[in-house]
């Protein structure tokens, strides 16, 4: 809800959140990793290769970061803000060479909206799966991602679901780092 930043402390205490937002993410990030704000309230991660337990402990190490950071904009009161992440893996052992950037972009992004639309304050992932077929999956993505669900063709996890044991190690991990 960043209009509501705006709306209620200005486009000084938004750009406020925004430079805090891309300090604290600037930090959490490994070495070889890339940060760009993406457009508006968004930022896009391009991480050194994770591997799928690992990411999600990554997304969630970001969410918890965020959460407990209070964001200064200007007022005598900071504010506690939280995240929605979406993210894509990459490379990808089943995918094609026509499945390109944009499209893992396009994927992480409406993993996003997912997290939006149920809740916010979390992650989640489109992972593709064994039964996945490639040729037309984005713009079946786009139309009907409930269905590519449905008949197994993708998968999502999310923070609504518990982390594999791999994942809360490494969770851990980040923590101690900090």
């Not at 504010?79 to 990808?92: D, K, N, R, T, V």
């Not at 982390?163 to 101690?176: G, R, T, W």
């Amino acid at each position: 809800h960043f209009k509501r930043i705006n709306d209620s402390h200005g486009h000084g205490g938004g750009d406020r959140v925004l430079q805090q937002f891309s300090t604290l993410l600037g930090e959490l990030v490994r070495t070889g990793d890339y940060v760009t704000r993406w457009g508006g309230e968004e930022f896009l991660i391009v991480s050194r290769p994770l591997s799928r337990g690992h990411a999600a402990a990554y997304a969630a190490r970001i969410c918890t970061v965020v959460s407990a950071h209070p964001f200064d904009v200007g007022a005598p009161t900071p504010l506690q803000l939280s995240c929605s992440i979406g993210f894509a893996e990459y490379p990808l052992q089943t995918a094609p060479p026509s499945l390109d950037w944009q499209d893992l972009v396009e994927i992480a992004d409406r993993a996003m909206y997912h997290v939006k639309e149920n809740g916010r304050n979390g992650w989640a992932a489109f992972l593709f799966t064994p039964t996945t077929t490639f040729p037309s999956l984005i713009e079946h993505f786009k139309r009907d991602r409930g269905g590519l669900l449905a008949d197994g063709r993708l998968r999502l996890i999310s923070s609504r679901d518990p982390l594999p044991a791999e994942s809360q190690a490494v969770a851990v991990e980040f923590k101690a780092r900090s």
